[in-house]
Every structure is written in C-alpha cells, then in structure tokens.
C-alpha cells in the first residue's frame, strides 16, 4: 500500500499539503493525517477524494503516540511514499519572559518529535519517495525574541541536509522548506500577531502554493525550496555575511 504521511494536517500549511500529496510520485493510495485535532482531521478526510485518508488523531509531544505510530507501522507495513513534517510551534518573546512550557512544546513537536517520526517511518521508504521537512526563513540567522523557535528550525535545516545525504545513494529524496510568514493561526497561537512590527511587514507567501512547489521539486529530488525572492537573497546572505550583523534585520 502506497501511503503519504503527513503531521500538522489539520490546520494551515499541513492541510494544504494533505489536499495535493494524493498525486505524489505517480499516486498514493491512502494519506495517514496526523495532528491532535481528530475533528479537524476528518473535515480534512470528507474533503480529499480520491485517496483512502486515515485520522491519527495523536499529540505529537505525548512520548504515547510513537509507540501508537510504531504499532500501526509494523501492522500495516506500508511503502511510505511520501513524509511531510509539518507539524510546528513557534512562540514570540523574550527568552526570560516567555512562558517555559511553550519554550519545551517548540522543542518538543519541531525537534523531537519530528527526529522520532522520521526516524520511525524511514524504514518503509524505498527509492523515489521523499521526505519534506518544513523549516523556516528563521532557520537562517539566529532571531532574537524568537530564539527558541529560530534554534529549533535551525535543527531542522541541519537535519534534512544530514538526511539528504544519508538516504540520496538509497534514492530517497529530501527537501527542507523554509515558508517566510504566512497567514495561518500559527501567527495567533504564537502571540505573534500585533506583538511583532517586523512581522506585520514583512511578505506573506501562501500555503497552498507553498505546499504544491514543495512537493514537485521534491519530486525532482531537490534540497531547498524557500519561496519569495526576498527570502531567497536573505538565505544567500545569511551565509556570507556574519550573524552578529544579520541579528540586526532578524529581530522579530
Ligand atoms: N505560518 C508561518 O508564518 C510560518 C512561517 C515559517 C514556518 N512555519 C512552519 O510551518 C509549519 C506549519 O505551520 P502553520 O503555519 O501551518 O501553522 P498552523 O496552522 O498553526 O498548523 C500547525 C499544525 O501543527 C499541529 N500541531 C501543533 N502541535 C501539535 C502537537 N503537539 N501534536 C500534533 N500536532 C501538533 C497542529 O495541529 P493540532 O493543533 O490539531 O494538533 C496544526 O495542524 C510549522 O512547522 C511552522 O513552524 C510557519
């Protein structure tokens, strides 16, 4: 059985990848949507035909819901076609202010449960299916009052170029995206909204058309994808010019 799995599904950028992977690498069967919300998950299911969808309603920092995943693995056995990491948190203020729970549920979904997932599923992958981790134009510079986010996304850029060139001789494709902000409730549940003047001007890209190029140049086994030429000249200069400079831009 061919399968496309998929975490943050219920919401945003997740969501719009769950509405295009069905034609992934010349079609998958049926599409494993993972996020907490099970609601969510089954509006998604009523919308996207023809595709088998399965709900795993399960909370990504619960240590519970990788064994959940692990036993279904073993169960179904499927040919993972295709992994998206959506799933993500990332929470506006002062590293000494902000709340420490959220500062711990950042690390939680963006690094640790994102390494264990991947870690579980690569397993069934075979050559021609991809891996899509969803990072940030934050992974770039470091970004004061965003510092905890911005070191997690970091994680995750390093994590896909590692992986690229473990799972490339085996024919499996890995792509790090880097979305600059785009208008999805991650910008309220990070309290970022109205708290941010960089944020309220800076470019917005859209989901849908993020997700879509994602998963077509992932097809072509490419490494990056950062949408907006803005964003694209940042990244270049990210490498070039010192941190301690960038900072300067970078603060949220
Ligand atoms: N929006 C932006 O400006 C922006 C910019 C750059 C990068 N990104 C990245 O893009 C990705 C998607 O974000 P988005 O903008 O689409 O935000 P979103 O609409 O808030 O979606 C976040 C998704 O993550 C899931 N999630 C959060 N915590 C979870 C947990 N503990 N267990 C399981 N699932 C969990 C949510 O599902 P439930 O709530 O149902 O669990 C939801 O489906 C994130 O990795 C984010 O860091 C976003």
């Not at 170029?161 to 991650?186: Q, W, Y």
């Amino acid at each position: 059985m061919k399968i496309g799995v998929i975490t943050g599904a219920s919401s945003g950028l997740g969501a719009e990848f769950a509405r295009r992977a069905k034609t992934f690498a010349g079609g998958l069967e049926e599409l494993w949507l993972i996020a907490r919300r099970g609601d969510r998950l089954r509006a998604m299911e009523t919308e996207i035909q023809g595709c088998r969808v399965r709900c795993l309603s399960l909370d990504l920092a619960d240590p519970a819901s990788f064994s959940e995943y692990r036993l279904l693995l073993e169960a179904e056995r499927p040919d993972v076609r295709l992994l998206v990491g959506c799933a993500g948190l990332g929470f506006l203020g002062d590293f000494e202010r902000i709340n420490l729970a959220d500062d711990m549920a950042m690390c939680d979904v963006n690094v640790r449960a994102l390494t264990l997932l991947t870690a579980q599923t690569i397993p069934y992958m075979s050559s021609g299916s991809g891996i899509i981790l969803i990072s940030s134009i934050a992974s770039f510079v470091p970004t004061p009052r965003m510092t905890v986010y911005a070191s997690t996304k970091a994680y995750v850029s390093s994590l896909a170029k590692g992986l690229r060139a473990e799972l490339s001789p085996r024919g499996i494709h890995v792509l790090a995206v880097n979305p600059c902000p785009m208008d999805t409730p991650f910008l309220k549940i990070g309290n970022i909204l109205g708290n941010s003047r960089a944020f309220a001007r800076l470019p917005r890209c859209q989901p849908a058309k993020v997700a879509e190029v994602s998963l077509r140049r992932c097809e072509k086994g490419r490494g990056q994808y950062t949408p907006l030429l803005l964003f694209k000249v940042y990244r270049v200069l990210a490498k070039l010019l010192p941190h301690t400079l960038l900072m300067r831009i970078s603060r949220v």
